[in-house]
């Protein structure tokens, strides 16, 4: 995979750069500001994009404006946004590019290596990787939202697992069940949310995401 | 102490003849209820010494405030003309109150002893002034009669006068008849608007407090408020304290042992690090979670980042109420202004959501005249209160919008729906940052 990261902390960046190398990955450039990063993406095009959401010039959200505005250039360029804390509204804003090869996820997911590289891998293949914290702000958001208040409480927990991104066998992995079990969860939430049943795993998550961003 | 700040409101809009004429009736109508206050108030007065003066005190104080400020109300808003009022605090009920309105109806430099020498003048000047227009309507309107019939009146009433006009022939008759109509539009067109603002100057006159009497007001005001926002400030800076104490510190040093029993069995048991290992990650990333959520208390990211426009709306996504957020902002806040509106709406929210039993939220900001205001609407059972038991959360918000300024009014009336507006003056300043 080649991979751009944009990171204005120079241990984190270096971190992280040599993370993605002992994982076989190249990365093409490490930047560490908007500007830069707007650049790398437009002329290196990268397979993923992995961009704090905070940099300089103006240490506010540099990152997300310079990723929303690289995807819109071009279209479906993987982005995994990283940050100090998520918020709703940039998870809104960033599905509102397109819902596949996204990611948003807190900072401190770089601490278990290997789940953060399967992570990047999972955005560079055109999937999606929301942070549990992100998708339990989404969900309490829609709290008084009928079909979703019927769900039973596993149910609920399938959800949450499919919003962050994950297939079935890691949905069972995570919650300890079958994958048998987990097909006929997803089975009934589709059914009481209302949502089109498909087979392809992905489709399936964006369809949870939509309906939760609704 | 309530103060009202003086401030020049704008010119309200341009209106009619017939509807400022309409309105001048409505000023001489509460020139007659203040009649009647007024004689009450006599009798109040002459027995203040008595303890039945103390027990009636407190009702008639409110129907005089009721009535003054119904006026005070309908000069701003019909002639622009703020007449600001300055109200101490009160015991709030019983026979503290009754003394306590006593001695300030005593005191010449007090509000209460305005509004009352107001109510006594207010029959016969405030009604003079607003019965000028009818007055003049109904000169016309005689002028007319006598044009119609002076001219066959019987002689022995000798001749009839209108104004300086002896009617008494076809010409006379005329005359007065054209004088007649002449009062008649200016009774309509000219006279009601001009009454209007005679009658709040009128009104300013004898109701507002002087000059220092306000400056006093204000200075009070500012030395509560001041010494309230210090309080405040140090009981937040206590609780970061404590929240730092009790959480990431104390996992930091959870950290430290566990990595420092680690190193000790590294050489002897590998299988017992691991374990060790995985606690202290699993520490650090609570650490990180209670320093992330200790952030959003002290300075919401968002609110740094994008300003108060996004960061309502990020409230109304996390809202379990199905909030719809409409927002009229040319320009950003000052920080510490966009803060504490931020944590208003925020406790708003959560009240809504606590206590109301709403469905529907709809939160509007705008800016408007020199200042921030944010309603807050639910459609839950209303009945919400600042000053009821439960109500401490709007207190708090309160008292914090008033270190700026602002107010906080509530209208939850039994059964809904629950409307909370708030209002804070204050300057935009940095350029508009928002994404859409």
Not at chain 1, 94 to 103: D, R, V, Y
Not at chain 2, 14 to 42: D, E, K, M
Not at chain 2, 176 to 186: D, H, K, P, T
Not at chain 2, 344 to 353: I, K, P, R
Request: net charge neutral; hydrophobic share 45%.
């Amino acid at each position: 995979m080649r991979v751009v990261l944009a990171e204005d902390h120079f241990l984190l960046r270096d971190g992280v750069t040599r993370l993605l190398e002992a994982f076989g990955h190249e990365v093409l450039a490490a930047v560490d500001t908007g500007p830069l990063l707007l650049e790398a993406l437009l002329s290196l095009r990268p397979d993923v994009a992995v961009v704090d959401v905070r940099l300089p010039p103006t240490f506010s959200d540099e990152g997300l404006r310079a990723a929303v505005f690289a995807r819109t250039r071009v279209p479906g360029l993987p982005v995994l946004l990283l940050s100090q804390y998520v918020e709703p509204l940039y998870a809104h804003e960033l599905l509102a590019t397109g819902s596949e090869g996204i990611g948003y996820v807190l900072k401190e997911r770089v601490s278990d290596g290997a789940e953060f590289i399967a992570t990047i891998e999972r955005v560079a293949a055109g999937g999606t990787a929301m942070d549990p914290e992100v998708v339990s702000k989404l969900v309490t958001g829609k709290s008084r939202d009928e079909p979703l208040a019927s769900l039973t409480p596993r149910e609920r927990e399938v959800l949450e697992c499919l919003a962050q991104g994950l297939s079935n066998a890691g949905t069972a992995e995570s919650l300890f069940i079958t994958e048998k079990a987990v097909a006929k969860h997803v089975g009934n939430i589709f059914m009481k949310l209302g949502l089109p049943p498909s087979e392809s795993a992905n489709r399936r998550v964006l369809a949870v995401l939509a309906y939760l961003d609704r | 102490m309530n103060t009202t700040r003086q401030a020049e409101g704008a010119a309200p809009p341009p209106v009619s003849g017939p509807t400022a004429f309409r309105r001048t009736l409505t000023l001489w109508g509460l020139a007659h209820r203040a009649f009647f206050v007024s004689l009450w108030c006599v009798m109040v007065s002459s027995v203040l010494r008595g303890p039945l003066g103390v027990k009636l005190l407190p009702g008639t104080e409110r129907r005089v405030r009721a009535l003054a400020d119904r006026q005070r109300e309908l000069a701003a808003r019909w002639s622009g003309v703020e007449v600001p009022a300055v109200y101490a605090e009160l015991p709030a009920t019983g026979r503290a109150r009754g003394k306590a309105l006593r001695s300030q109806l005593l005191d010449k430099g007090n509000q209460v002893h305005r509004d009352w020498r107001w109510v006594h003048i207010d029959w016969f000047a405030g009604g003079a002034i607003a019965a000028g227009p009818v007055l003049l309507g109904l000169t016309g309107v005689w002028g007319l009669w006598t044009a119609s019939i002076g001219t066959e009146l019987p002689r022995e009433w000798d001749s009839v006068w209108f104004l300086f006009v002896p009617v008494g022939d076809p010409d006379t008759a005329f005359l007065a008849g054209a004088l007649g109509v002449l009062c008649l539009l200016l009774a309509v067109f000219w006279a009601p608007r001009r009454t209007l603002r005679l009658h709040a100057r009128y009104l300013r006159l004898v109701l507002a407090p002087s000059e220092s009497e306000l400056l006093a007001a204000r200075v009070e005001h500012l030395r509560t408020t001041r010494s309230d926002a210090v309080d405040t400030q140090m009981s937040e800076i206590r609780r970061i304290e404590r929240d730092l104490h009790d959480g990431a510190q104390a996992r930091l040093v959870a950290m430290g042992m566990t990595l420092n029993a680690a190193e000790h069995l590294l050489a002897t048991d590998p299988e017992a690090v691991r374990d060790l290992l995985v606690e202290a990650r699993q520490s650090s990333t609570a650490a990180l979670k209670e320093l992330r959520d200790l952030v959003k208390g002290i300075h919401p990211p968002i609110l740094a980042d994008r300003g108060l426009a996004d960061a309502v709306r990020s409230l109304a996504m996390i809202s379990p109420l199905r909030t719809e957020v409409v927002v009229d902002l040319p320009a950003r806040p000052e920080p510490p202004v966009e803060s504490a509106v931020y944590f208003a709406v925020s406790e708003l929210l959560t009240n809504a959501a606590k206590h109301s039993g709403a469905e529907r939220c709809w939160i509007d900001l705008r800016y408007e005249r020199g200042s921030l205001r944010v309603s807050v609407t639910d459609d839950g059972q209303g009945g919400a209160d600042v000053r009821a038991g439960t109500g401490t959360g709007l207190r708090g918000v309160e008292r914090r919008l008033a270190h700026f300024d602002g107010v906080l009014a509530v209208n939850s009336p039994p059964g809904g729906p629950t409307l909370m507006t708030l209002e804070l003056p204050c300057v935009l300043s940095s350029p508009k940052t928002t994404s859409s």
